[in-house]
């Protein structure tokens, strides 16, 4: 049985959605009705997030990669589209990276290619209750995360977020080379002012990668309102992208 809590909605060729750190499957929700229409949807929890359990003593990006790849495996699919966010466009690099023949198109959103510290400084800030605190989204995760631990084991969740990335022992660290032997279709998404997602760094991606395509958001951080705002455009942008045709 799949480690992974996940949604499984819609009907079509199959979509995995993989969330942010410290968020769970549920980030999606504004885009998943307009996703499902076109696509058969999977929308995990990471491990250590939402309802699923850690397996480690700590975080990793191949943990994590490896739990979405035992979910295709129990689900009988051969291949699927990777859509993913921040840590989870980094799981979603790990497993077109190291298993290709799973991984049929490709969207990376807020997500570079490898960690430093002026990238990871971001997101430590992540990784503090405070910021939770003053945008008003603790309670959120508080509730999503009770599952891990009770009310406060959402600080734990976003804790090792920032471990799993911390520049010095990550395995999200790809070089350029790399990146050129990516030859599945992609959509690079960021903000044009993004400090985690730097757009210098998403520009080099855009170069190296061979079948890739950027769509830049205007005066977008890391947050980019593809919740509020901007979460139509985004559902529209992204099932354009996965239904073209290569």
Known sequence: ????????????????????????????????PQ??????????DHLGHGRSPMVAETLSIHEMGRAVLELLDELGLAQASLLGSSLGGAVALWLTVHHPDRVSK?????????????????????????????VGMHRWLSDIHQPQGGPDAW????????????PETTDHAHGLETLRRIVQPTLLIVGDRDPVAPLAQILEMFQAMPNAGLWVMPYATHVTASNTWRAESFALEVTRFFQRRQ
């Open 1 to 32: 049985m799949a480690t992974l809590h996940y949604t499984d909605t819609g009907h079509g060729e199959p979509l995995i959605l993989l969330h942010s750190g410290g968020m769970s499957g549920a980030e999606w929700a504004p885009q998943l």
């Open 35 to 44: 996703l499902a229409r076109q696509f058969r949807v999977l929308a995990p």
């Open 106 to 134: 490709l969207a990376l959103y807020r997500v570079g290619y490898r960690k430093d510290a002026a990238t990871h400084a971001g997101t430590r800030s992540m990784a503090d209750p405070a910021y939770w605190r003053s």
């Open 155 to 166: 600080q734990t969740v976003i804790r090792r977020v920032a471990e799993a990335l911390d």
